[in-house]
């Protein structure tokens, strides 16, 4: 695990934006994941002014033979300090990568969301990269909502460059 950068900071003197959600490698034969594998972006900071940006989500890349549980996997950007007068931005989605001969985990359990925006200052959705077996290769780019002009955006792409956009891009 390695921690990761911090947001910026906010207008003015400001205030120090949150921590970034740092680097998981899992390397297994096998992998239940029934709890919850985080590497999200930290909210802004709360001091005087409160308008810290949040930190970006970090990285999660999982290599196993066998994947399952009911859990969640989650890379999702920190909202930014809590004033709206002035506020930071939101932190951007992070990136998954998920690599297994054989799956029944739940793909609509991983995450890249950015963070919550209060205003005009949001953030970009992150990736998520799924290769299981001989399914094709799936990747998804949800901002789950979050992001102006971007409503309902759910890309997913396979390998063979087929895309479909679910929602309206505007």
Known sequence: ITLGEGGDYGAGAGEPGGDGGGRIRVRTTTLVIDGAVRANGQAGRENDQKNGG???????????????????????????????????????????AIEARTSTFDPDHVTAYPGTPHSVRQAAAGTVWLDIGNAPTLLVIDDDDRSAGLDDLARRATASGTATVVGDLT
């Open 54 to 96: 949040g930190g970006a989500g970090g990285s999660v890349w999982i290599t196993t033979d066998t994947l399952s549980g009911s859990g969640t996997v989650q890379v999702d950007g920190g909202a930014p300090g809590s004033n709206t007068d002035s506020p930071g931005g939101a932190g951007a989605g992070g990136r998954v």
